[in-house]
């Protein structure tokens, strides 16, 4: 916010006082202080609507996502279990022609789909992981072979 000290507040007390009078001084304050209200009501208000808007644009899916490539497999593991969560949750009696009903189904399906990512990219993850610890033990190998004394080779 604004880098005042006491002593700038101050200055501007006094100049306020100066100015406008100590008759209006208090009403200048009232209204001061609903113009900051109103401006911090607008800006909580701004920042819940960003927030909404991220939300239903899928900014929670990202870092999911970006979870998943980080930590594959515990987040395939808690992809699993929101998987779970959500189709025992959208099991309720609910009409399927209606609004929620249907938007219940495409949840169901988005989190149905959601584990199955999560599963393949756990799983490719694993397999990369397997393969390239592979590979580094033919290195070893290779390396050892290379250092050990050759019993053919008479010094």
């Known amino acids: 916010m604004l880098d005042l000290g006491w002593t700038e507040l101050l200055v501007i007390g006094i100049v306020a006082l100066i100015v406008v009078g100590p008759k209006d001084l208090p009403v200048l304050f009232r209204n001061v202080g609903k113009f900051v209200g109103k401006a911090k009501g607008m800006a909580r208000e701004f920042s819940s609507a960003m927030n909404q808007a991220a939300d239903d644009v899928g900014v929670k899916d990202i ?60 799983r490719a993850a694993a397999e990369r992981k397997a393969r390239e610890a592979e590979e580094a033990l033919k290195k070893a190998e290779e390396y050892e072979a290379a250092l050990a004394p050759d019993p053919t080779k008479e010094s």
Do not use: C, W, Y
């Open 63 to 122: 870092q999911k996502t970006l979870n998943t490539a980080t930590n594959p497999v515990g987040s395939a593991m808690d992809g699993f279990k929101d998987a779970a969560k959500d189709v025992t949750s959208s099991l309720t009696d609910l009409d399927p022609e209606s609004e929620t009903g249907k938007m219940a189904a495409e949840k169901a399906e988005r989190a149905k789909n959601a584990a199955k990512i999560h599963a393949a990219t756990a």
